[in-house]
């Protein structure tokens, strides 16, 4: 069985993975963050250059050579096995979700072996009294994977019924 919303998934894969790999050569190259350190955008956002040398969230830090070229392989076999869900998804919510988040991955693994570490820059943050609690540093890979799984989930738990249907 061919799955009609294809073209949507893979559409939002390249999307996801132009626009991660644009902001990033843009940061990197054109605004030049490494030189100018944080940019306060809003009083709640700085761009700011960070290299993840683990995966999500900081997890798992190691920039040895063998834990790069694991994470790089453990990495190309989730591509694969969510390009192969993709194609069998029955709704178009599921492949686009499923085209992000293997556009984000892509992203994150040019980076890794460019770079060898991700190019992270979004910081939000928010100030109580003399305290500033900040999240994550993370990119549009990364917005788009998070984003991809929660349209999973909708899709998995919320999903009409009728979407669902051959």
């Not at 991955?105 to 072996?113: E, L």
């Not at 609690?133 to 788009?144: K, M, P, R």
């Not at 998070?146 to 999903?159: H, P, R």
């Amino acid at each position: 069985m061919t799955n009609a919303y294809l073209r949507s998934g893979i559409f939002a894969a390249l999307v996801t993975l132009v626009l991660d790999q644009a902001s990033k050569l843009w940061l990197l190259y054109g605004l030049d963050i490494a030189r100018l350190g944080a940019v306060r955008v809003t009083s709640f956002f700085d761009l700011v250059l960070a290299w993840n040398v683990g995966i999500s969230f900081g997890w798992l830090q190691n920039d040895s050579p063998v834990a790069q070229i694991i994470l790089m392989g453990v990495k190309i076999v989730a591509v694969i096995a969510l390009t192969i869900w993709m194609a069998r998804a029955q709704t178009r919510l599921a492949t686009v979700a499923l085209g992000l988040i293997i556009g984000g991955a892509v992203g994150n693994a040019i980076d890794r072996a460019v770079h060898g570490a991700v190019v992270d820059f979004a910081l939000f943050h928010v100030q109580f009294g003399a305290r500033t609690f900040n999240w994550y540093v993370f990119n549009l890979a990364d917005a788009a994977i998070v984003a991809g799984v929660a349209a999973l989930l909708y899709d998995s738990f919320v999903g009409l019924p009728a979407a669902k249907a051959p």
